[in-house]
């Protein structure tokens, strides 16, 4: 039945219950005014029968009893009377010629010995036609006599019937307009409640639940079913947390004891080829440590862990933070780092988390933007959103490979020569997506442009 | 007078490791494998610092630490933990932690804690101190002024931090990540090793055409400011 509905009047939902008001208002209104239009008519007609039988009844009475003269004398008396005031009559001769009567002559299209026919008639001193009902009479001596009624009245009910149909559609339009407006205000309010809590579910934020009492019956229905879903799922990623928790427990403590023993093992190590061989293992063991705890803390930050720890700092001041400390390396390797944009600029965040992924992406640049000239980081303030963009003049991403470059364990080198865990640009998104926001990467023609865009 | 430490870790070869090492520096020590032996050990005894893992049978590392700041106990504790994540960080630091040390770390970089937060011990005493010095090396926090052999040196404001951190932690290791919590504030470690370059700079500035030099590198632990080398 919906999909009929949906496939008949194909709009939102409010438009839709606008337009079936609409129809159902006229649904019910124009069939009432038809059959009160037809009972009318009926009535009327018998009204007009009846007043026609009266006065044929009458006027024939009076040829019976005085052949043309009784006529002539009935005739003149319904006219002197006004017992005819809406009525026309006529005595006409055989060849139509007006005997007595209301009107100027027989019309020359009309038979005598019609029970019911309507048609226009100029009464007299009227040059105005006006519609009536009339009957014909075949006198015996060729004499016919015409009988009629005025419609006009009829025609006047008819008006006045089609003026309250439009009236009725008149009415009907607005009403359904209300009624589609209520129901847009109802849904709209519905859909941005789950809206909301779903969009702080898609931040991480786990602990939001919808008022199952906010709304009517049905919306209970919904929200308790997504209720249970959230807590579900609310469920699954603490059993996730514990489990990488409890991993990187285990994982990372055997690694501190080797790190350990060969930290003793190379202060005992007397030749040289063997404290290096030592050492290489022990920053190979470094970098592993380092990629677990990155993993860990992209795990972490996606499933929403790290928000309340947010509070209220100056990204423009993180940003000239990070410059400064990478300042030196970056000269080191001869190029420059600048900051541009807002000079003061509030938000509400987790700031470690920020200035980790800040960190992350100077160190891409300076790690693969070793082309030349300067990277250059900068903070705009947009309302809603802050965007934080780090962007370098090396060799940048081909557009083709972007998004693959900021999924995990991602390295666009296929052999893996540079050092790098392949999770910077994960970790960035995972703080922005923290944070309510996305990063972008683009052309920066030539190199890097990282637009990390939080939501404030 | 050797200093006594209390190492409450339950996994027996990483407290092996840190006692081992601990005991070799010439500290005393006392382990616990469990939260309640450490709470009771700490309760009792005099200790110039705790090392608290964070992960522990029977009673949570966080919740001795709250107990023994509830008991009244300032000794200053280092919680250590897998958990490196930087909030967990926060959540020990805010649990009354006075250090927070994420595994796995090289055993010179707690050894660099550990001194530091002794040497921290009677806070007041330190803080009214507005003149720091090692040599002809003469640092005054007031005025703000750096001088070395009675010429001044320029210093941009991370490097003054840089050295007076450097100063006040004289003759003992200061380790890289030390350095990044305390001048910059950030708990993480970023990949390319800025904070060598920020001290290649400073000790540019300090040492260059200076004898002796003063900043001297310690090989696998960090950096020393130090009359010998």
Same mark, same amino acid.
């Given at each position: 039945?919906?999909?009929?509905?949906?496939?008949?009047?194909?709009?939102?939902?409010?438009?839709?219950?606008?337009?079936?008001?609409?129809?159902?208002?006229?649904?019910?209104?124009?069939?009432?005014?038809?059959?009160?239009?037809?009972?009318?008519?009926?009535?009327?007609?018998?009204?007009?029968?009846?007043?026609?039988?009266?006065?044929?009844?009458?006027?024939?009475?009076?040829?019976?009893?005085?052949?043309?003269?009784?006529?002539?004398?009935?005739?003149?008396?319904?006219?002197?009377?006004?017992?005819?005031?809406?009525?026309?009559?006529?005595?006409?001769?055989?060849?139509?010629?007006?005997?007595?009567?209301?009107?100027?002559?027989?019309?020359?299209?009309?038979?005598?010995?019609?029970?019911?026919?309507?048609?226009?008639?100029? /009464?007299?001193?009227?040059?105005?036609?006006?519609?009536?009902?009339?009957?014909?009479?075949?006198?015996?001596? #060729?004499?016919?006599?015409?009988?009629?009624?005025?419609?006009?009245?009829?025609?006047?009910?008819?008006?006045?019937?089609?003026?309250?149909?439009?009236?009725?559609?008149?009415?009907?339009?607005?009403?359904?307009?209300?009624?589609?407006?209520?129901?847009?205000?109802?849904?709209?309010?519905?859909?941005?409640?789950?809206?909301?809590?779903?969009?702080?579910?898609?931040?991480?934020?786990?602990?939001?639940?919808?008022?199952?009492?906010?709304?009517?019956?049905?919306?209970?229905?919904?929200?308790?079913?997504?209720?249970?879903?959230?807590?579900?799922?609310?469920?699954?990623?603490?059993?996730?947390?514990?489990?990488?928790?409890?991993?990187?427990?285990?994982?990372?403590?055997?690694?501190?004891?080797?790190?350990?023993?060969?930290?003793?093992?190379?202060?005992?190590?007397?030749?040289?080829?063997?404290?290096?061989?030592?050492?290489?293992?022990?920053?190979?063991?470094?970098?592993?440590?380092?990629?677990?705890?990155?993993?860990?803390?992209?795990?972490?930050?996606?499933?929403?862990?790290?928000?309340?720890?947010?509070?209220?700092?100056?990204?423009?001041?993180?940003?000239?933070?990070?410059?400064?400390?990478?300042?030196?390396?970056?000269?080191?390797?001869?190029?420059?780092?600048?900051?541009? #944009?807002?000079?003061?600029?509030?938000?509400?965040?987790?700031?470690?988390?920020?200035?980790?992924?800040?960190?992350?992406?100077?160190?891409?640049?300076?790690?693969?933007?070793?082309?030349?000239?300067?990277?250059?980081?900068?903070?705009?303030?947009?309302?809603?959103?802050?965007?934080?963009?780090?962007?370098?003049?090396?060799?940048?991403?081909?557009?083709?490979?972007?998004?693959?470059?900021?999924?995990?364990?991602?390295?666009?080198? /296929?052999?893996?020569?540079?050092?790098?865990?392949?999770?910077?640009?994960?970790?960035?998104?995972?703080?922005?997506?923290?944070?309510?926001?996305?990063?972008?990467?683009?052309?920066?023609?030539?190199?890097?442009?990282?637009?990390?865009?939080?939501?404030? | 007078?050797?200093?006594?430490?209390?190492?409450?870790?339950?996994?027996?070869?990483?407290?092996?490791?840190?006692?081992?090492?601990?005991?070799?520096?010439?500290?005393?020590?006392?382990?616990?494998?469990?939260?309640?032996?450490?709470?009771?050990?700490?309760?009792?005894?005099?200790?110039?610092?705790?090392?608290?893992?964070?992960?522990? /049978?029977?009673?949570?590392?966080?919740?001795?630490?709250?107990?023994?700041?509830?008991?009244?106990?300032?000794?200053?504790?280092?919680?250590?933990?897998?958990?490196?994540?930087?909030?967990?960080?926060?959540?020990?630091?805010?649990?009354?932690?006075?250090?927070?040390?994420?595994?796995?770390?090289?055993?010179?970089?707690?050894?660099?804690?550990?001194?530091?937060?002794?040497?921290?011990?009677?806070?007041?005493?330190?803080?009214?101190?507005?003149?720091?010095?090692?040599?002809?090396?003469?640092?005054?926090?007031?005025?703000?002024?750096?001088?070395?052999?009675?010429?001044?040196?320029?210093?941009?404001?991370?490097?003054?931090?840089?050295?007076?951190?450097?100063?006040?932690?004289?003759?003992?290791?200061?380790?890289?990540?030390?350095?990044?919590?305390?001048?910059?504030?950030?708990?993480?470690? /970023?990949?390319?090793?800025?904070?060598?370059?920020?001290?290649?700079?400073?000790?540019?500035?300090?040492?260059? #055409?200076?004898?002796?030099?003063?900043?001297?590198?310690?090989?696998?632990?960090?950096?020393?400011?130090?009359?010998?080398?």
């Amino acid at each position: 039945m919906n999909r009929l509905i949906r496939r008949v009047v194909p709009f939102s939902a409010p438009v839709r219950a606008a337009v079936l008001s609409i129809a159902f208002s006229l649904l019910i209104s124009v069939p009432v005014l038809l059959f009160v239009y037809h009972q009318t008519d009926n009535l009327f007609e018998q009204r007009i029968r009846s007043g026609i039988d009266d006065r044929e009844r009458d006027l024939l009475f009076g040829y019976r009893s005085g052949r043309i003269p009784g006529l002539v004398g009935e005739i003149e008396e319904e006219i002197d009377t006004g017992t005819v005031r809406n009525g026309a009559v006529l005595l006409a001769d055989k060849s139509g010629r007006k005997i007595a009567g209301n009107v100027e002559g027989w019309p020359e299209e009309l038979r005598a010995g019609e029970d019911w026919i309507e048609m226009p008639l100029y /009464p007299v001193r009227s040059s105005q036609s006006v519609p009536y009902a009339l009957r014909t009479v075949q006198l015996p001596s #060729g004499y016919k006599l015409l009988l009629g009624t005025s419609v006009e009245d009829r025609e006047h009910m008819r008006a006045s019937l089609v003026e309250a149909l439009v009236g009725a559609l008149l009415l009907a339009i607005p009403l359904g307009l209300v009624a589609g407006f209520i129901l847009l205000r109802v849904t709209e309010r519905q859909a941005s409640a789950v809206g909301k809590v779903a969009a702080r579910i898609a931040a991480g934020d786990f602990t939001h639940r919808l008022d199952e009492q906010a709304e009517g019956e049905e919306f209970a229905l919904i929200a308790s079913a997504i209720n249970r879903m959230l807590e579900r799922i609310e469920e699954l990623v603490e059993q996730l947390r514990l489990v990488t928790d409890s991993l990187a427990h285990d994982l990372r403590s055997p690694l501190t004891r080797m790190r350990a023993n060969i930290e003793s093992a190379a202060n005992y190590a007397s030749a040289e080829p063997e404290q290096y061989a030592l050492e290489a293992i022990s920053t190979d063991i470094d970098r592993l440590l380092r990629m677990i705890s990155a993993t860990l803390e992209i795990g972490r930050a996606e499933a929403g862990v790290g928000r309340e720890q947010f509070s209220e700092f100056n990204l423009a001041e993180l940003l000239g933070d990070i410059c400064e400390m990478y300042q030196p390396v970056v000269e080191e390797r001869g190029l420059s780092i600048v900051v541009e #944009g807002e000079e003061d600029l509030a938000y509400f965040g987790n700031r470690q988390l920020i200035g980790r992924a800040l960190a992350n992406l100077a160190d891409n640049a300076l790690n693969y933007g070793a082309a030349g000239g300067a990277i250059t980081l900068s903070c705009v303030d947009r309302g809603e959103e802050v965007e934080l963009v780090v962007s370098d003049r090396g060799t940048g991403i081909p557009a083709d490979l972007r998004a693959d470059a900021v999924r995990k364990y991602r390295r666009l080198e /296929p052999a893996r020569t540079t050092e790098g865990s392949g999770l910077g640009l994960a970790l960035v998104r995972a703080v922005a997506r923290l944070h309510g926001g996305e990063i972008i990467l683009e052309d920066n023609a030539p190199g890097l442009k990282v637009r990390m865009v939080l939501r404030r | 007078m050797s200093a006594k430490i209390l190492v409450v870790e339950d996994d027996e070869t990483t407290a092996d490791y840190i006692v081992g090492g601990l005991e070799q520096n010439g500290f005393v020590v006392d382990r616990a494998l469990n939260g309640r032996d450490g709470l009771f050990h700490a309760t009792d005894g005099k200790y110039a610092a705790i090392v608290l893992d964070r992960m522990l /049978p029977g009673m949570d590392g966080l919740s001795v630490l709250s107990a023994i700041r509830a008991a009244g106990i300032q000794t200053p504790v280092i919680v250590l933990s897998a958990l490196g994540a930087i909030d967990e960080r926060v959540k020990g630091l805010n649990a009354g932690s006075d250090d927070y040390l994420t595994k796995p770390f090289a055993f010179s970089e707690l050894l660099a804690r550990i001194e530091a937060l002794q040497r921290r011990g009677p806070a007041t005493a330190q803080s009214v101190k507005t003149r720091l010095s090692c040599a002809d090396l003469h640092m005054d926090l007031l005025t703000r002024r750096v001088e070395r052999g009675g010429s001044r040196v320029d210093l941009q404001p991370r490097e003054f931090r840089l050295l007076e951190m450097l100063l006040r932690n004289q003759g003992k290791v200061v380790t890289r990540t030390m350095m990044l919590e305390e001048v910059w504030d950030y708990h993480f470690d /970023p990949g390319t090793n800025v904070i060598d370059v920020h001290i290649s700079r400073l000790r540019k500035k300090i040492d260059e #055409g200076s004898d002796p030099p003063l900043l001297h590198t310690v090989r696998g632990a960090g950096y020393m400011l130090s009359e010998r080398a």
